[in-house]
């Protein structure tokens, strides 16, 4: 079992910056790669990025590359989403998500299905 917890959303103009924070506990933070997921209302889940177990890896959806940094702190077992340059459609609640799937050096597919557990979610609001 791991238990997460996310934290850091907000309301931010456009342009602005907010760091996510996801705080796991329970088994071995190492052991599971990490990833982050995004759902507008109306909106079906979508993947936002993921990093590898030992944070060497990481992936990120077209839509947030060069804005967005995925990392972990895994004496912390943490994991971040440093978001920049944010625009009014990145609003939405944001999910972090822990998955066995992947290793040091290989990540998960972006597909929700491969994760096996889930925060509650933070709500990300970016105003025009």
């Known amino acids: 079992q791991v238990q997460l917890v996310e934290s850091g959303g907000g309301l931010v103009q456009a342009g602005g910056s907010l760091r996510l924070s996801c705080a796991a506990s329970?088994?071995?933070?190492?052991?599971?790669?990490m990833g982050w997921f995004r759902q507008a209302p109306g909106k079906e889940r979508e993947f936002v990025a993921t990093?590898?177990?030992?944070?060497?890896?990481?992936d990120y959806a077209d839509s947030v590359k060069g804005r967005f940094t995925i990392s972990r702190d895994n004496a912390k077992s943490t994991v971040y989403l440093q978001m920049d340059s944010l625009k009014p459609e990145d609003t939405a609640v944001y999910y972090c998500?822990?998955?066995?799937?992947?290793?040091?050096?290989?990540?998960?597919?972006?597909?929700?299905?491969?994760?096996?557990?889930w925060g509650q979610g933070t709500q990300v609001t970016v105003s025009s």
């Open positions: 329970g088994r071995s933070f190492s052991s599971v790669a």
């Open positions: 990093i590898s177990q030992n944070g060497v890896r990481t």
């Open positions: 998500a822990a998955s066995y799937t992947g290793g040091d050096f290989v990540v998960p597919p972006a597909v929700w299905s491969v994760y096996d557990y």
